[in-house]
Structures are given as structure tokens and as C-alpha cells.
Nanobody, 129 residues
């Protein structure tokens, strides 16, 4: 099973990007999915998650109001729309998926790397000032 992330690039502060994540080998339409990011020299951190039904979303405080996570299960694709990008958003962005189907967690659990079993290879996002 592979998660193929794409859509990264080099943009200026204030611009937008949309990341996509397309799993291969299986469908994740009934699984919690998320985006994490890792900047040079820093730990990988949570960015956003979406419940298996798509009815709930969770965000890191620093991206609330600027980023939107969504899923299109007809296309088996996860998205991250990133607006008003800042230099501090510069990182490699990874998509991730929970192996459990139709699982609902308490809020803080979605932020934990521990529930995500499948990871993509990452896509670089660079925001210049």
C-alpha cells in the first residue's frame, strides 16, 4: 500500500497550494486520514485530520482558517487546500491513514502519529517571504 502525495512547490507568502494524496493498493474511504509536516531539523507535526465519514475535521492551531482538509472518496483522494501561506509553513508534507475502518476517536487522538499506520513519501512545500 502506498500513499502518493503531490502538489507541493515553491510559492511566495500569501499564495495558495493544493496538495493531493492518492492511495494505491487499497481504498481508504472508511479510514481516518491526515496531513503531517516536517521542517528541517524539527519533529514531524500534525497539520490536519478528517474523520472516516468526512463529517469531522481537526487542525493545528497555526493553520486554522487558512488550511482546509477534504476527501473525495469517489476518487479515493485526500486534499489539503492551503491558503495565505507563510514562510513558517515550509516543510515536507506527508499524508497518512489509519488502518482501522470506521473508527471514531476522541479529539486529541487525531493529532497523534500513533493511530496512523500508512504514510506517503512526502511533497515539499517552500514558501518564500
Amino acid at each position: 500500500v502506498q500513499l502518493q502525495a503531490s502538489g507541493g512547490g515553491l510559492v511566495q507568502a500569501g499564495e495558495s497550494l493544493r496538495l493531493s494524496c492518492a492511495p494505491s493498493g487499497r481504498t481508504f474511504s472508511n479510514n481516518v486520514m491526515a496531513w503531517f509536516r516536517q521542517a528541517p531539523g524539527k519533529e514531524r507535526e500534525f497539520v490536519a485530520a478528517i474523520t472516516w465519514s468526512g463529517g469531522g475535521t481537526y487542525y493545528k492551531d497555526a493553520v486554522k482558517g487558512r488550511f482546509t482538509i477534504s476527501r473525495d472518496d469517489t476518487k479515493n483522494t485526500l486534499y489539503l487546500q492551503m491558503n495565505s501561506l507563510r514562510p513558517e509553513d515550509t516543510a515536507v508534507y506527508y499524508c497518512a491513514a489509519d488502518r482501522n475502518q470506521r473508527r471514531t476517536y476522541t479529539g486529541p487522538t487525531y493529532y497523534s502519529r500513533g493511530i496512523y499506520n500508512y504514510w506517503g513519501q512526502g511533497t515539499q512545500v517552500t514558501v518564500s517571504s
